[in-house]
C-alpha cells in the first residue's frame, strides 16, 4: 500500500510541474508580447503577411469564379435555346425546378445560377421574372445571376423599377 502512495505522489508531482511549467511559459510569452518591441513587430508582421495572403485567395477565387460564369454563359449560348412557345414553356420549368434544387443542395452555386439564366432566357418579360428572382432566390446565387446577366447583352432588363407607372403619378389619372 505504500508502494501506491509513491506513485500517485510521483504522478501529482509530475502533473504539478507540468501545469507550473506551461503557466510559467504563458506568462513569459505574455510578458514578452506586451514589452518587447522586436517581438511585438515580428507578430504584426506575421499578421499582415497572413491577411495579404488571405486577401490574394479570395481575389484569386474571385477571377476563377468570373471565368467560370463566363464560360458557362458561352456553353448555354452554344446549346441554343428553344424557339416553339411550348417547348420555351417546358424548358422554363424544367429549368427553375433544377435552379431551385441546386438551390437547396448549394453544392454548385454557379450551376445553379445558370439554370435560372436559361429559365430567363426564355422568359417573355425578363424583368418581371428577375424581380420574382430578387425575392425568392438566394442573394450568392442571385449575385452570380446578375453576373451572367450582365455578360449577356441579348437580355435586355432595362432599369429596375423603371416600369410603366413609375413616372410619378398613376396611370390614367391626370394631375
Known sequence: MASSVRTSTIVAASVGAVVTGLVAYAAYFDHKRRTDPEFRKALKRES??????AKEEAEAQGAQQKQAIKVAVEDAKEEGFPTDVEEKETYFMNEVARGETLCQDGSNQVEAALCFYKALKVYPQP???IQIYDK???????DILAE??????????????AG???EGSAPGVDD
Open 127 to 129: 424583368r418581371d421574372l
Open 48 to 53: 499582415r503577411r497572413e491577411a495579404r495572403a
Open 148 to 161: 451572367m446577366i450582365a455578360s449577356d447583352p441579348s437580355i435586355s432588363v432595362g432599369r429596375f423599377g
Open 164 to 166: 410603366p407607372g413609375s
Open 136 to 142: 425568392t432566390v438566394p442573394k450568392p446565387i442571385l
